[in-house]
């Protein structure tokens, strides 16, 4: 079964701060953060290992909390370069391929 | 190096035929998967490969669809006797070993008619 995530979509103005939660009913062993336009392959963001980790990257970051199975990425001073659909993802199971989760459509408006 | 590559970019064929798609991953990961995305969906796992040796494959796979990756290099991707709910996204990523982020192609959209 697939992540969920919330929201479903998210319209922002440049500058605004978002977040973006996923969330599993199955076990996280590490989360995976993807970025994708429209027309365009998903692009690699960020990858949390840990209960607690929390990754930066610019103005993008995350956090991930193992025991409640969830995590969140957090965009701040959102730039119109921002816009595209956003999926978690994460091995289940000790599986070794991911499972992403239902995808977040960000909208950054000037 | 390239990135990861895909062919054909796009292909339309009619109910009942055979395709194959190629994927050529980055030369230095040895892990390749094949996922299938539709329009507003994430994609959804088909089948992995750690070199040359198909370690997971999604139950959901029906026995139409068959992969194979020789030598641990380029992988293909066969659906036989297509259908129309075959239609969608076929995405390649590839990986090394370990915690680390896909890299994904750019993807085959195949349209069954």
């Known amino acids: 079964q697939q992540p969920v995530q919330s929201p479903q979509a998210v319209i922002l103005r440049e500058g605004e701060d978002a977040v973006i939660n996923c969330s599993s009913s199955k076990a996280l062993y590490s989360v995976h953060w993807y970025r994708q336009k429209h027309g365009e392959a998903p692009v690699f963001l960020m990858i949390l290992l840990k209960g607690g980790e929390q990754k930066g990257h610019e103005k993008i970051s995350a956090s991930f909390n193992e025991k409640k199975q969830q995590s969140s990425l957090y965009l701040t001073a959102s730039q119109l370069s921002y816009s595209g659909t956003y999926f978690c993802g994460g091995p289940q199971t000790g599986a070794n391929n991911l499972f992403f989760g239902t995808g977040t459509r960000l909208t950054v408006i000037p | 190096d390239t990135g990861v590559s895909q062919d054909p970019r796009h292909k339309i064929t009619k109910r009942g035929q055979n395709v194959t798609f190629r994927c050529d991953p980055i030369?230095?990961?040895?892990?390749l998967y094949w996922y299938r995305q539709t329009l507003g969906q994430g994609p959804e796992f088909l089948t992995y490969f750690q070199n040359e040796a198909q370690l997971e494959k999604s139950r959901l796979l029906s026995d139409r669809f068959s992969a194979e990756r020789p030598k641990g290099s380029f992988s293909t991707l066969e659906i036989q006797r297509t259908e129309q709910g075959d239609s969608a996204m076929y995405l390649c990523?590839?990986?090394?070993?370990?915690?680390?982020?896909?890299?994904f192609g750019s993807g085959t959209r195949l349209t069954v008619v």
């Open positions: 030369s230095e990961h040895n892990r």
């Open positions: 990523a590839s990986s090394s070993t370990g915690p680390y982020g896909y890299t």
